[in-house]
């Protein structure tokens, strides 16, 4: 099954797309914000999600810094990481959403179970908090997000004079295993989603 995707908002209708882990920039965002460098990108709709996974490979990493304008006009700070390609197994994605007298009702996506990993292209995520053990190859931190010659550049919606010169870090290539992360949106150019199933259910079920 393959999807191509823009970047854009996370939307109850569209969370079949799925969202890979990467490495958390705290250090990136804290010095971004310092230095006033955060630009606001696009608007995602204010409620996070969960990921987990066993494994991610990921080739040609960059991470920065940028704020998300939620629904209804507040700033978030995100650190934004990009692949230039990434396979992922064993790959968990959950929301919860509170439905009015029903309760919490929770829906789930599990892929790359079966053998088969899932397998994305310029690979963009917005996250805030991530735990995973990582191994990084010819890594450079502390160059400008514009500058990167690794990664597969800034996204679009945030090329802009402030953000592309965010401090960043940028590597050859990157392996995360015992992956737990929450973001606030994804995309990518095209996903390949083997052993794909989706699971909605009443009450908190989330991957973690």
């Not at 507040?74 to 959950?94: D, H, M, N, R, Y």
């Not at 053998?115 to 996250?127: M, N, P, R």
């Not at 597969?152 to 953000?163: E, Y």
Request: aromatic share 8%; glycine share 12%.
């Amino acid at each position: 099954m393959e999807s191509n995707q823009t970047r854009g908002g996370t939307r109850w209708k569209r969370f079949a797309v799925v969202m890979v882990p990467s490495v958390a920039a705290t250090a990136a965002i804290g010095v971004a914000l310092a230095q006033g460098a955060l630009a606001a990108s696009f608007s995602v709709s204010g409620q996070q999600f969960k990921v987990s996974a066993d494994k991610l490979v990921g080739t040609g990493f960059l991470q920065y810094g940028t704020l998300d304008a939620q629904h209804g006009g507040k700033e978030i700070p995100v650190a934004v990481s990009a692949f230039k390609s990434a396979e992922i197994t064993g790959l968990c994605q959950s929301v919860v959403v509170p439905v009015p007298v029903f309760g919490d009702v929770t829906m789930r996506l599990t892929a790359g179970g079966d053998g088969t990993a899932v397998e994305a292209k310029d690979l963009y995520i917005d996250l805030d908090n991530l735990s995973a053990d990582a191994t990084f190859n010819n890594i450079n931190i502390g160059v400008a997000a514009g500058d990167s010659t690794k990664g597969p550049g800034m996204a679009a919606g945030d090329r802009n004079p402030f953000s592309e010169g965010t401090f960043a870090q940028e590597a050859d290539s990157a392996t995360l295993t015992n992956v737990k992360q929450t973001a606030w949106a994804t995309s990518a150019g095209t996903f390949k989603l083997s052993g794909l199933s989706m699971h909605v259910s009443k009450g908190d079920n989330e991957c973690y």
